[in-house]
């Protein structure tokens, strides 16, 4: 009757937006609100020997000054609760008197104004007693490297956290007979390759507002990606049932895994809570890049072997990630980098080491990839290299090797939900110039480039390509559920349908496409749905987090299962009719600890790149001219939407690897202003970019929708370098590709990753 | 967050003149504030007084005066960019505009204030070097021209007291059969500070030699350079490529490159190199045109 899954809906929040009307965190305010500093470590490693507040609290308007001893459970985290809420001595945690990285919180100061708060932070006397950095995974891993959390104990949840040294987490695979698979390979690729970390870089600064609510609750209006989750931990940390808090998000401005791990959260509730008086904080954009998580920084040692015709036979993969100071979620990160390491291909043979580890940097955490940008990055050069090698074209290589339905992966299963690699690959091949000969797959001609202000022979163009795909939702042996609640009001007809779920809209429009999937389902009108989310006053189940571009699968199989609900309860005369109900995504398992066999996940998207860019030889300088990108994404519930995300994948993806530069020195953020912290502006995106929108439909998706949010990101930096290696005849094994580590890497004929792996 | 200040607002430049004389020196003018506002978040300057000459009649305009181009200070770098008198006779400072910051900081950002906050990478130096200006520093009651090289003393200093204000830019019409260009290279295509950056302004004479020259860099030194050395090997030469050569090569032995987080000092070196010997390229590509032409 309405059609309106499939069509491009402008989103609900544009307007808003736009015009400046819609209200993130930081614009809220309240009439006797006091306002919050934090004082953050600003050191990398030390323990905290004493905290004097008398002459901060001499200054005129200071309200409160909170340290350690105020928290009543001075711990928080994800996955396991190593972090302390405020680093100092006095709160009964074991180790929390100690400091672990430069955005470690310390005090909370509170006053009537920003200004006295600055001030007063600024005469806090903090004792440090500075303990031994270590800020290179590999030193971490070395007999008398300093501890980071010494004395930790097993999880019981989460098995494969380790409480050994500096290890954080551990995985591997263990597939067929390794030496069986070398005697069959005629060809085989060395490499090693590091990726850097990255900042998140959203629109919004860390920001909010906590009050009492008007039932006593402390409630907590913040940019997060799971409310559910935040207010876990908040209650948790206070001491104080979880129904005593309440999170609430209003417009986010923007995420991409960043919003996952706490920020501002929970000493904005313990400051309201105490205080019984809002309390608001809004940080800068240096205490945002210094205070929360950044993509894990990997290194890879990779070997591959294939037949002479190109069958991949065996392939052996070492991993070291740097967690750095907190756990966060590098232990699900490196569940994926375990699972794409090896790429969408079939390996009879594998052999797999994954090793999170702490150090005193940043700590890293969730972004948009999460572990497979980086796998997919290592599996992709050595594919390209593959191809190279065996004097292959790299899509006729790859055709040969990816994975189909049936076919077992690594982990010893199939990827569920219809697999799509050799239809996106070829799609994207084909649009980029690639022709299909009767002797095989053959590459398009490089052209040629003329650039006011650059001579003609230093200019080098070149094309490359890769495929990844990554997994939908979380998984692992977890249990994906999603809670909503469905209400229809009116007589006759259906007037008025309120969905209420606690999904988080962080910018990328999944309100929009969850209200255009209700009124598919309910067969109403667009306007006669009306979207109460994001707030766990109003929805007590968890609906999961915006991440793991599981939001429109997880989130549109609970709306169909709870319109059906409801539209029964409806036609039997229900008025209004209400439905609450939780969506159970299929069942999947963890990975056996040996041998890595299990079946991690119950959905995947896929994708294939094109990259084409030109070199400047001399200064080492490159642009992206274009990028073709084929995107399966089972049904495009919003093609325009989807076509946004798979641009603004790419662009974030390209700044990743050509202008992103996070340094940090011993622990130390030598960039933490958008002005050193380099983002791609929109003077940077590729000249051209061709988005293919592939439509395979996942049979267990919402109207055969996969997850897509991610997917764009996975394979920009293998296409993207291999383009590179087409333009020059050097492969650069990492990157970002400043035009410094260009112009190097063509004098010393590639990179010089030197790691001590042993 | 912004720190206290009193903020004054004169209507004429003799009024602004009189301000910064009476609050010296805790004052300092306020242009575009393109750079002045982020010091003043920073910390990195902290006057108790600011002095708003923005939008100041008497620093805006572009003119010919005599043999002089003529600009206020006050005009913004959007203004240069579409100016037709700046573009037949300063190209050079046309071209840095057009890659200065972005369209959103091109329309505030001034060339007085560019001039003013003396970073070492300031792009409008470089050009204006090349084409010898002079800026015109006034205070109440009483005005001084001085050459541009004279003006930079160290990183973000000057000669310019603290009762002064830039209130003029001046140069030389430059005589016919003039090129004068400017190249940057930065990490990213825009709103980047530069990694290096290098003007040329080469002028010839009737037999197609280069009867004048002036090399000017940016961000390899405490403050923008002339490269008196390299000008001399091109004066009074044909463009060979042997002289392109010696003159890239003194180039590089004026910078004084130091390594940050945008670069080492060997890539900077490296850059200044490359940068420089395009220049002077483009330029023997040009003079060989213009020969052609007469």
């Not at chain 1, 860390?206 to 935040?230: F, K, N």
């Not at chain 1, 692992?476 to 988080?504: K, P, S």
Request: with cysteine; aromatic share 6%; net charge negative.
């Amino acid at each position: 009757m309405t059609e309106t899954v499939g069509r491009p809906w402008v989103r609900a929040d544009a307007r808003a937006k736009v015009t400046g009307q819609a209200k993130f965190p930081g614009d809220f305010g309240m009439a006797d609100m006091v306002h919050a500093k934090i004082l953050f470590a600003d050191r990398p490693h030390a323990r905290v020997v004493s905290i004097d507040t008398s002459e901060a609290a001499q200054v005129e308007g200071v309200v409160a000054i909170f340290t350690a001893q105020d928290v009543p459970v001075n711990e928080y985290g994800l996955q396991t609760a190593d972090q302390p809420v405020l680093c100092g001595p006095g709160s009964g945690k074991p180790g929390a008197d100690v400091v672990r990285f430069v955005g470690d919180q310390v005090a909370l100061v509170v006053a009537d104004t920003r200004a006295a708060a600055e001030q007063a932070r600024g005469l806090m006397e903090i004792t440090y007693e500075d303990l031994p950095v270590v800020s290179d995974p590999f030193e971490a891993l070395k007999p008398g490297a300093p501890q980071i959390h010494p004395g930790r104990e097993a999880s019981e949840l989460h098995p494969e956290l380790s409480t050994e040294g500096n290890f954080i987490c551990h995985h591997q695979i263990r597939k067929g007979d390794m030496e069986a698979g070398w005697a069959q390979a005629d060809v085989v690729v060395e490499g090693q390759y590091h990726t850097p970390g990255q900042e998140h870089a959203y629109l919004q600064p860390e920001a909010g507002l906590a009050y009492i609510d008007d039932e006593g609750r402390v409630a907590v209006v913040v940019a997060g990606q799971w409310a559910w989750e935040d207010q876990r931990q908040i209650a948790h940390a206070l001491d104080i049932p979880v129904e005593e808090i309440r999170v609430i998000y209003p417009a986010i401005g923007g995420a991409f895994g960043g919003r996952e791990d706490m920020s501002v959260q929970i000493v904005l509730a313990l400051a309201a809570y105490r205080l019984q008086r809002p309390v608001k904080i809004t940080w800068t954009r240096e205490e945002s890049i210094r205070g929360h998580c950044k993509r894990h920084p990997m290194w890879f040692r990779c070997k591959w072997g294939a037949t002479r015709e190109g069958e991949l036979v065996a392939a052996e993969v070492q991993v070291v990630a740097d967690g750095g100071a907190y756990c966060y979620t590098t232990n699900k990160v490196l569940g994926n980098t375990t699972i794409t390491c090896t790429g969408p291909y079939a390996f009879p043979n594998a052999k797999v080491d994954v090793d999170g580890v702490y150090t005193n940097n940043p700590p890293s955490g969730a972004m948009r990839g999460f572990g497979a940008p980086q796998g997919i990055f290592a599996a992709e050069m050595q594919m390209n290299k593959l191809a190279e090698a065996l004097g292959m074209d790299p899509v006729a290589l790859r055709m040969r090797n990816l994975l189909q339905d049936e076919m077992p992966t690594t982990t010893g299963t199939p990827l569920a939900g219809g697999v799509h690699l050799q239809e996106v690959t070829e799609r994207c091949a084909l649009a980029a110039g690639w022709e299909r000969a009767e002797e095989g797959w053959r590459k398009p001609a490089a052209k040629g480039v003329a650039l006011a202000g650059r001579p003609k022979e230093a200019m080098r163009t070149g094309m490359g390509m890769a495929v990844g795909f990554k997994n939908v939702g979380f998984s692992f042996g977890y249990q994906e559920n999603c809670w909503l609640r469905i209400e229809l009001r009116g007589e006759d007809d259906i007037e008025r349908a309120i969905v209420t779920i606690g999904t988080a809209d962080v910018g990328q429009g999944a309100h929009t496409v969850l209200q255009q999937m209700a009124a598919e389902a309910l067969q109403v009108s667009m306007e006669r749905v009306s979207l109460e989310a994001s707030d766990t006053g109003t929805s007590p189940g968890s609906s999961g987090s915006a991440s793991a571009s599981r939001t429109t699968f997880m989130a549109g199989n609970a709306i169909r299962e709870a319109a059906a609900l409801a539209l029964d309860g409806w036609r039997e005369g229900e008025r209004p009719a209400v439905v609450e109900h939780t969506y159970l995504a299929p069942e999947t398992t963890p990975l056996d600890p040996d041998t890595g066999e299990g079946f991690p996940n119950f959905a995947y998207g896929y994708v294939a790149q094109v990259v084409e860019v030109v070199v400047d030889v001399e200064t080492g300088e490159l642009r992206v001219r274009r990028v073709v990108c084929a995107d399966d994404v089972g049904k495009a519930i919003n093609p325009e939407q989807v076509e946004g995300q798979i641009e603004g994948g790419v662009v974030q993806a390209m700044g990743w690897v050509t202008c992103e530069n996070f340094i940090a020195q011993a622990g130390r953020v030598l960039t933490p202003h958008l002005s050193t912290y380099l983002i791609p502006t929109i003077a940077d995106v590729p000249e051209r970019m061709e988005t293919i929108i592939v439509e395979k439909p996942d049979p267990r998706g919402p109207w055969g929708a996969r997850g897509m949010g991610e997917m764009p990101f996975l394979p920009l930096a293998p296409a993207l370098l291999a383009a590179v290696h087409d333009a020059t005849g050097v492969w650069i094994d990492e990157f970002p590709l400043t035009p410094e580590r260009v112009l190097r890497s063509l004098r010393d004929g590639g990179s010089l990753l030197e790691c001590d792996w042993e | 967050m912004l720190p206290s200040f009193e903020l004054l607002m004169p209507e004429t430049l003799p009024e602004a003149l009189e301000m910064l004389a009476g609050y010296a020196p805790d004052a300092m003018p306020l242009a575009g504030g393109t750079n002045l506002v982020p010091d003043l978040r920073g910390g990195k300057r902290r006057p108790g007084v600011l002095v708003n000459v923005h939008g100041l009649d008497a620093l805006q305009y572009i003119g010919r005066q005599d043999r002089y181009v003529v600009m206020g200070a006050g005009v913004s770098l959007a203004d240069v960019l579409e100016s037709e008198l700046i573009g037949a006779h300063g190209r050079v400072l046309q071209e840095a505009a057009r890659v200065f910051a972005n369209p959103l900081i091109r329309n505030r950002a001034t060339v007085g204030g560019n001039l003013g906050n003396a970073s070492p990478a300031a792009d409008t130096v470089p050009p204006l070097l090349v084409l010898d200006a002079e800026l015109k520093l006034a205070s109440a009651g009483e005005s001084r021209w001085v050459g541009l090289e004279d003006f930079f003393v160290d990183v973000c200093d000057t000669i310019c007291r603290h009762v002064e204000l830039i209130t003029a830019v001046r140069w030389l019409v430059p005589p016919p059969r003039t090129f004068s260009r400017f190249r940057k290279l930065t990490l990213r295509k825009s709103t980047a500070i530069s990694v290096v950056s290098v003007a040329v302004r080469v002028t010839l004479g009737e037999s197609g030699r280069c009867v004048d020259a002036a090399v000017a860099l940016g961000a390899v030194a405490p403050t923008p350079i002339r490269v008196h050395e390299a000008e001399e090997v091109l004066r009074g030469e044909a463009l060979t490529p042997e002289v392109i050569d010696r003159a890239t090569r003194f180039a590089c032995t004026a910078a004084s490159c130091i390594g940050d987080v945008r670069s080492s000092a060997a890539y900077r070196e490296r850059v200044t190199d490359v940068l420089t010997r395009r220049l002077l390229a483009e330029a023997q590509e040009w003079s060989e045109e213009q020969w052609e032409r007469s």
